[in-house]
């Protein structure tokens, strides 16, 4: 079946350790992105990518890390400079910036990261 | 400023009552794109619909429908005969295409349907 995937579902760390959540899609979709949602809020952009290789901060993006060295893959690392990293996290892939279309977003099942 | 305002936080109806979650817009460019998402309590978003500014035809699947009016900046979403699976948390969002091209979602309306 094809969708996005996102391990573990339910995480703990503690607090000062860093963190990486996986986000893997097999939609051949070139644009990734990595958005927090905390209760009761929208969503907010972390870090997004148009292609391999390349990222782009969102509103979000200090304390985080992302690489994109393949297509399907987009891992994000909370880091210890993160001041408050619990969260639900949300990864999401899109065929990006196709024609003229602006496509809709597919997102993951989300990580719920939880830092004691 | 919010750039979408979904400004009904919860709602809560009784099964089989319809009910219209609303969406402001704010946005000067004459190109954008807006979108409903649906996010039930397992946390997937799930994507409902895409509309662009130049397309202001009304929109109806099955129960659901949407009303697009450029003049009000509205793009509201309305849920007839509603059904205990239709509770969820639900996005409405924007794509100004002319800027940075980042989606940006309201804050969600939590809708309750009440069996």
């Known amino acids: 079946d094809g969708g996005i995937t996102q391990s573990p579902k339910y995480l703990f760390r503690k607090e000062g350790q860093n963190v990486t959540l996986s986000c893997e899609q097999n939609?051949?979709?070139?644009?990734m992105y990595w958005y927090r949602q905390d209760p009761g809020q929208g969503l907010r952009l972390i870090y997004y990518s148009q292609i391999v290789n390349d990222f782009q901060k969102g509103d979000i993006a200090e304390g985080y890390s992302v690489s994109r060295e393949k297509k399907e893959s987009f891992p994000l690392t909370v880091t210890s400079a993160q001041k408050n990293p619990t969260a639900f996290y949300l990864c999401?892939?899109?065929?990006?910036?196709?024609?003229?279309?602006?496509?809709?977003?597919?997102f993951g099942p989300g990580t719920r990261l939880t830092v004691l | 400023a919010q750039k979408v305002t979904q400004a009904q936080t919860e709602i809560s109806v009784v099964e089989k009552e319809d009910v219209t979650l609303d969406c402001v817009y704010e946005t000067r460019d004459t190109t954008y794109y807006l979108f409903w998402y649906k996010q039930p309590p397992s946390g997937e978003l799930v994507f409902l619909i895409r509309?662009?500014?130049?397309?202001?035809q009304n929109e109806i699947s099955g129960r659901y429908s949407w009303n697009f009016q450029k003049s009000t900046s509205s793009f509201n979403f309305t849920i007839t005969a509603s059904q205990v699976v239709d509770s969820a948390v639900y996005f409405c969002a924007l794509i100004e295409v002319n800027r940075d091209d980042k989606i940006i979602f309201g804050k969600g309306t939590r809708l309750h349907i009440l069996p």
């Open positions: 939609l051949n979709h070139d644009a």
């Open positions: 999401a892939s899109s065929m990006g910036l196709a024609g003229s279309s602006y496509n809709e977003q597919f």
């Open positions: 509309r662009n500014s130049f397309d202001e």
